[in-house]
Every structure is written in structure tokens, then in C-alpha cells.
């Protein structure tokens, strides 16, 4: 008897409707976890984490209006686009949103927003490459590094962006002598990722190498690959009239979402102090909200000026990147 009338109680204290949300998300589990836990112990709200490596536009599509799908979460402007191109989300408006997050970093059209940042930036041989001898992207292109520079393919999301922001600062004509110029300037073939490539500079193999802030601190935590990590040197370059290059991870809703509201609760709390403290110490990315402080190992790094070219205007470029890199048959 005592059993029935305790569930009787939790049936009338328990709301009708479940307190939970669907997320689709790129990044890794390990990584949205410790998020996930946070809000849920604030909010009591449940959050499901679908894990999706590839896909993630064609899948939302095929599911249409009975995707349990609320929320998505990627890296990269390029991936968001792919969302945003796929017809599949919905704008939010949201004064949180727009407060936390400089305009810059999210959709003027409201589709998408930027949750923490990463710059794209130098790794430079200690022992070879002093302090100010390279300070901006343009120099890449630069005789000088002959021969001395490694990097991942041309084609991966990462270059494309830093690319398309070489079109908007100057225009495709000179983007394509840079990346012929950077091309020229490779001792070897585009191969693995940005990591790849801090072990290459280790090996000797080459000098300068173009990769994202994160990855430093992953090889870091990592006994293995701290010797690699520790013959380099942060650079941060600057375009010659801009700030160096930043991109993003971001968050977006879809169309269907069916709990629209804790939706947006989620969606607000990613860009709180609490939530961008905890992907500052947990990936070594750089918070978008400003006053929220950098992991110690991050701020060790030191001070640069971001780029402030939108976004948006940078993924515009994606087309006009994508073509050059093939033209310059950059990977070949
Ligand atoms: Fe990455």
C-alpha cells in the first residue's frame, strides 16, 4: 500500500510533459559531456546526446518534420553552412544569444551562433624560426619559407576558411598567388591533420606550420606527443589589415525541434559564464563571451587581436576557396 500511494505522489508531483531535449552533435562525447551534466544538475532538464560523425545535414533532411533532433552541434563555419544550406533550421532570437556572442561570430540571419572559438595559427620551430620572423598570413606566400612549411590539405574545412578570408581581405586574384605561394612554399605533400604537422616541424621536416590553437593543448595532456608540442612556438598572425583568424564551434535548432523551449534554455546556457568557463578548461578554446577567463595553458599562449571579418562573409568565400585550392592543385 505505502509503495502504491509513493507512486501516486511522484505521478502527480512529476510533470505531464518530459523535461528533455535531443541534441545531434559533431563533437566529441567526451568533450559535451561535462556541459550536458552541468545543465541538467541547474535545470533538471534531460539532455540527449546523439553523437554524428558524418552526415549530419543529410541525415536531418531525411528525417524532415520527425527528427527528434532539437538542437545541432558543430565545428566550423563550413559545417554550419551545410545545416543552414540543407533548409533544416530555425532562427532564434534571443537577447541572451545576442549579448553573450559578438556579431561577428553568429548568423545575421539568427540560424547560427558561435559557442567558442578557435584561432588558426602558427606552430614554429623553437630553434629555427625567432619570434617576429613571420607575423602575418600574407607572409606565408613569402620566398623566404621555401620549402620550409607543412600543412594539412588545402581542401579541409580549416583552409578553406583561412582562404575565403584571404579573398575578403584582398580579393581572389591575390588568393590564388598566395595559395601558389604557399603551395611552393611546402616540404612536403599536404598529409594528416594539424598535429600531423607540429610532428613534422619536430622531425625536422620543416619550420612553420599553420594549425588551430586546441590542438596544443591536446598534444599537451598527451605524454606522448608533449616533446612534439614543446618544439614549437605559438605565433599568432594577423592578416596585414585585420586580426588573426578566428573560427568557431556553434550551435543551431532545427526546424522541427519538438521541445523548443528548453531548447533555447540550453542554447542560452552554452553561452553563460558557467558553460563557456567549462569548454574554455575542458578543449582549450577560446570563450565567446567576453570577461570569461581562457584556460591557464590557453592564456600562457599570450594576447592576440581576432580578426573581426564576419563570419559569414568568410563562408561566403567557401566556392571561390574551394576552386582555387583545386586550380592551384594545392594537395597534388
Ligand atoms: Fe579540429
Same mark, same amino acid.
Given at each position: 500500500?505505502?509503495?502504491?500511494?509513493?507512486?501516486?505522489?511522484?505521478?502527480?508531483?512529476?510533470?505531464?510533459?518530459?523535461?528533455?531535449?535531443?541534441?545531434?552533435?559533431?563533437?566529441?562525447?567526451?568533450?559535451?559531456?561535462?556541459?550536458?551534466?552541468?545543465?541538467?544538475?541547474?535545470?533538471?532538464?534531460?539532455?540527449?546526446?546523439?553523437?554524428?560523425?558524418?552526415?549530419?545535414?543529410?541525415?536531418?533532411?531525411?528525417?524532415?518534420?520527425?527528427?527528434?533532433?532539437?538542437?545541432?552541434?558543430?565545428?566550423?563555419?563550413?559545417?554550419?553552412?551545410?545545416?543552414?544550406?540543407?533548409?533544416?533550421?530555425?532562427?532564434?532570437?534571443?537577447?541572451?544569444?545576442?549579448?553573450?556572442?559578438?556579431?561577428?561570430?553568429?548568423?545575421?540571419?539568427?540560424?547560427?551562433?558561435?559557442?567558442?572559438?578557435? !584561432?588558426?595559427?602558427?606552430?614554429?620551430?623553437?630553434?629555427?624560426?625567432?619570434?617576429?620572423?613571420?607575423?602575418?598570413?600574407?607572409?606565408?606566400?613569402?620566398?623566404?619559407?621555401?620549402?620550409?612549411?607543412?600543412?594539412?590539405?588545402? +581542401?579541409?574545412?580549416?583552409?578553406?576558411?583561412?582562404?575565403?578570408?584571404?579573398?575578403?581581405?584582398?580579393?581572389?586574384?591575390?588568393?590564388?598567388?598566395?595559395?601558389?605561394?604557399?603551395? !611552393?612554399?611546402?616540404?612536403?605533400?599536404?598529409?594528416?591533420?594539424?598535429?600531423?604537422?607540429? /610532428?613534422?616541424?619536430?622531425?625536422?621536416?620543416?619550420?612553420?606550420?599553420?594549425?588551430?590553437?586546441?590542438?596544443?593543448?591536446?598534444?599537451?595532456?598527451?605524454?606522448?606527443?608533449?616533446?612534439?608540442?614543446?618544439?614549437?612556438?605559438?605565433?599568432?598572425?594577423?592578416?596585414?589589415?585585420?586580426?588573426?583568424?578566428?573560427?568557431?564551434?556553434?550551435?543551431?535548432?532545427? /526546424?522541427?525541434?519538438?521541445?523548443?523551449?528548453? !531548447?533555447?534554455?540550453?542554447?542560452?546556457? +552554452?553561452?553563460?559564464?558557467?558553460?563557456? /568557463?567549462?569548454?574554455?578548461?575542458?578543449?582549450?578554446?577560446?570563450?565567446? /563571451?567576453?570577461?570569461?577567463?581562457?584556460?591557464?595553458?590557453?592564456?600562457?599562449?599570450?594576447?592576440?587581436?581576432?580578426?573581426?571579418?564576419?563570419?559569414?562573409?568568410?563562408?561566403?568565400?567557401?566556392?571561390?576557396?574551394?576552386?582555387?585550392?583545386?586550380?592551384?592543385?594545392?594537395?597534388?
Amino acid at each position: 500500500m505505502l509503495r502504491l500511494s509513493t507512486l501516486a505522489l511522484l505521478a502527480c508531483t512529476t510533470p505531464v510533459l518530459a523535461q528533455e531535449i535531443n541534441v545531434y552533435s559533431h563533437r566529441q562525447p567526451e568533450l559535451i559531456q561535462p556541459l550536458v551534466d552541468a545543465f541538467t544538475a541547474e535545470t533538471g532538464v534531460k539532455v540527449n546526446v546523439a553523437f554524428v560523425d558524418k552526415g549530419m545535414a543529410e541525415r536531418l533532411v531525411a528525417e524532415g518534420d520527425r527528427s527528434p533532433a532539437d538542437l545541432v552541434l558543430t565545428v566550423d563555419i563550413a559545417r554550419l553552412l551545410q545545416i543552414v544550406e540543407a533548409d533544416v533550421l530555425q532562427p532564434v532570437q534571443s537577447e541572451v544569444l545576442e549579448t553573450n556572442i559578438p556579431a561577428e561570430l553568429r548568423d545575421p540571419n539568427d540560424l547560427w551562433f558561435g559557442l567558442t572559438a578557435r !584561432a588558426r595559427i602558427i606552430y614554429a620551430a623553437k630553434d629555427r624560426v625567432q619570434p617576429g620572423e613571420i607575423t602575418t598570413y600574407e607572409d606565408l606566400a613569402s620566398e623566404k619559407w621555401r620549402g620550409r612549411i607543412c600543412s594539412r590539405s588545402g +581542401l579541409h574545412d580549416y583552409n578553406v576558411a583561412l582562404l575565403g578570408a584571404i579573398i575578403t581581405h584582398h580579393d581572389e586574384a591575390y588568393a590564388t598567388t598566395w595559395a601558389e605561394g604557399l603551395k !611552393a612554399n611546402l616540404a612536403r605533400k599536404p598529409d594528416g591533420g594539424d598535429r600531423d604537422q607540429v /610532428k613534422a616541424i619536430a622531425a625536422g621536416e620543416c619550420d612553420i606550420a599553420i594549425g588551430n590553437t586546441y590542438y596544443m593543448g591536446q598534444m599537451i595532456a598527451d605524454p606522448e606527443q608533449v616533446p612534439a608540442a614543446e618544439s614549437v612556438n605559438i605565433l599568432f598572425p594577423t592578416f596585414e589589415a585585420g586580426g588573426t583568424h578566428l573560427n568557431i564551434s556553434g550551435v543551431a535548432m532545427t /526546424k522541427s525541434a519538438p521541445n523548443k523551449e528548453n !531548447a533555447l534554455k540550453f542554447m542560452e546556457w +552554452l553561452a553563460s559564464d558557467a558553460a563557456q /568557463k567549462i569548454y574554455a578548461e575542458t578543449n582549450h578554446e577560446y570563450p565567446v /563571451k567576453p570577461g570569461v577567463e581562457r584556460s591557464a595553458l590557453v592564456a600562457s599562449w599570450g594576447e592576440f587581436t581576432a580578426d573581426t571579418t564576419p563570419l559569414a562573409d568568410i563562408a561566403a568565400q567557401r566556392p571561390a576557396a574551394v576552386k582555387i585550392m583545386e586550380t592551384v592543385n594545392f594537395d597534388g
